[in-house]
């Protein structure tokens, strides 16, 4: 059984930052991509960042030069640093990482999501 648990939101003031981390356990192989989703009340869950296996990261626009994403192989964990927080950037945050638990077969699980608020 393979979990993601998230860790690291909160309630921040307009400017501030957080680190989320995620660290994925159980029958695990291997680990590809890593990344981060969000979704704000009303809106759909989309993708924030993302880092291969190989290091190669992409990111949404609206948060390209203040999130930064990276990933500790030998930890199995992702973070995702996030500065200069805006009211916008409210929402649920969700760990995603394509797993290979075995040698034929892999697949993409879900974190449980953690709530990051910003607001003044």
């Known amino acids: 059984q393979v979990q993601l648990v998230e860790s690291g939101g909160g309630l921040v003031q307009p400017g501030e930052s957080l680190t989320l981390s995620c660290v994925a356990s159980?029958?695990?192989?291997?680990?590809?991509?890593m990344g981060w989703y969000r979704q704000a009340p009303g809106k759909a869950r989309e993708l924030v960042a993302a880092v291969s296996s190989g290091g190669s990261t992409n990111y949404a626009d609206s948060v390209k030069g203040r999130f930064t994403i990276s990933r500790d192989s030998a930890k199995k964990t992702v973070y995702l640093q996030m500065n200069s927080l805006k009211p916008e950037d409210t929402a649920v945050y969700y760990c995603?990482?394509?797993?290979?638990?075995?040698?034929?077969?892999?697949?993409?699980?879900w974190g449980q999501g953690t709530q990051v608020t910003v607001s003044s």
């Open positions: 995603n990482a394509r797993i290979v638990t075995s040698i034929s077969k892999n697949s993409d699980y």
């Open positions: 159980g029958s695990i192989f291997g680990i590809g991509t």
